[in-house]
């Protein structure tokens, strides 16, 4: 009986301690994010106390112009690998400042923001943008004025065509972290063997407009027997008319149907032409080609080099890099943007301010393969030149950051942008497999996927 | 302790189920219904628009319809294949020819248990319209001149899918075949073989009719699961898509945009519409429930 009396008080109380789990579980929305606060033992939002104790203070923060009395932890949303010598260098500047890394997937950002903000979750104190999500993003209107008080971003340190792709309603809302201006790679043997030279300044004066280009075009289709393109995919020729386009696709909800069809038409002429293949961008034949001999060009960001061009191009000394007819590009690229009631916004603008808007900073990202736009770094020559190995001795810093750099323009976009991305991808498909699909198929198709995906969208 | 003062036990001992069932059960299910009838992007507030997210439903700009009817397709032509293909080979294993059936039994299994975003992958890579296996082999062959644009023609992708859906599906259904043969009774196959029937005849007079219900819950679980399909055809469709290239929402021409897919680029993907995210959602729900009904009624017929 005795043992009866005793089982019974057990599962009581089991019972009841689950019932406690389950309540402190399903209350744990607000009392979470007070237990991650504690962490960083932080003073309050905006606070510099000075009544923090400089414990252990490390004299190379006081030498170098830091702030041992801005303490406490921020939390990022990033999918980037730690840069290590940057992170060393800021916490020797604040070493009082943690950084928590929260691991997001470029593509997920987005969805996690809205999840959070929908279930009334805590956001970080910074996020990074890659470009692809940045007009969702900025369209949600939940991130801070970077150019206005307290952060006072100095915006005529960072490049001119940054402020109207990084600005909404002329609020700076983010703040760009690594460099991706883009131009044109080609295969340096097959230069020589089609247009008769592999040098980069003559190649821009052959390669004056892409009329020019695409007739060039058709004589290397002819001269090789239909066996060498210009380009391996449509996607690549998009992507440069893209960034090239003279104004916005889109004023608000309305469509600049001129820009978007002087685009649609330029891809039917390349199409038309036979000078791309038709492979699609970032499959393995896609990255097989850069190790090939089929494709002379190729659109090349700061980034392409490094993470396209080398892993898949075993041989050195192969490649040039030159200004495109139109000029130079942006592809790609991220952005770092402070969510308005972030906790931490003092101290992640201060990593933000460090890493993409000072000297040192620059100089730590540029040793982590990181080239930042701080404009003023690239004034010395020094900081601009930059080898690799598939382009040989060519400096290819100082004709990315100075030659290309100088030609660059960019466009704000808005949240229809996105819309268009995908309409276009459905159109760069079809553009490769029916060659009987033209500019007016294609504007027709791109209406249809507007106004399924946005009904406010006009014409 | 009395029986009155021991009232609260059965209360507390259900309360952990019933506690969880209304946090995480009742309540998305009201809350998501509540939602489907608003205009809601996640940020701002919510607005009311009554039934119009499911009226939306109707217009073909909604793809709801057509990633139905892929839906349906998809379940039509794989169903029956798997569930013929698992019953060839259940009793083919149950039968006396085949040694080292446990192996056999775990080799025909393994597809279902691979994870589906592998399996879109996977045959990502093998339908590659450039580098992909299948292709190379078919060149090789003199098969064809050029390789075939498996993922970027609407027949062909729906081919491969098939395909793909046949091949992790069908030892689900060989599981089940194996487990309704153990439970046909010995000594009717005996008796029929006394009066000298042959072993098809044995098979299509005895063994199927008794697998009638093994069957019908195939159908069911088939059509329900069938009803879910998401991660292997919009891996296989945009999985190779990296940096931020842009994928095809759907494949060409939306041809294989099921049901659920179109559920999440509605909410979660291209826009962030949760109201006519969630009447899809609703509206699948109708569907299946339609289905096992019908299903339910089968089933219950057979049994009775």
Redesign the interface.
Known sequence: MKTMHGMRRIAAIGVIGLLAGLLAACGGGGSGGKGGEASGSAPPEGSASASAPASASDSGGADSGGNEDLKGEFVIWTWEPEHPTALAAFNKKYPNIKMKRVNVAAGDVPKKLQTTLASGGELPDVIRIERGQKAKIFDMNILEDLSAEPYNADTTKLFDYDIPAFSVDGKLVAIPDDMSVAGLAYIKPLAKEYFGTDNPEEMEKIFTDWDVFIEKGKEVLQKSGGKVYMFPSLGDVNDILKGQRPQSYFDGNKLNVSVLEGVVSLLVKFRDAGIVDKLDQWTPAWNASFGGDKHIFVESPVWMPQYVIGPNDKKEDRWALMVPPGGGFIRGGSSHGIPKGAKHADLAWKWIEFTSMSQEGAEAQKTDGVFTHYKPAYDNPDFTRWTWPNFGSQDIGKKFFVDISATTKDMPENINDTYLDEAMSIVLQTLAKDSSFGVEQAMERIEKELKAKSPDITW | ?NTASRKW?PY??L??YV??YL?FGLFPIVFSFYVSLTS????GGKTFVGLSNYKYLFDP???FFQSVGNTLLFVAVTLPVQMALGLIIATLLYSRWVQWKGFFQLINFLPYIVTPVAVGLMFN?LF????GFVNKVLVELGLVDEGI?WL??PLTARIVIVLMLIWKGFGYTMVFYLAGLANVPKDLHEAAQVDGASALRVFWSITLPLLKPVTAFIVITGIIGGFQLLEEPMLLLTG??????????GG?DRCCLTTVWNMYDTA?G???R?GVGAAIAYGLCVIIAVFSFVGARIYKGDSE
């Not at chain 2, 809601?40 to 940020?43: M, R, S």
């Open positions: 302790m036990v507390a001992f309360s952990p506690l969880f946090a809601w992007d996640g940020i700009d909604s793809h890579l590659d319209w450039q580098a644009y970027g023609e190779a898509g990296m940096g931020s290239s842009v994928a095809v929402i060409p979660f291209s826009t962030t949760y």
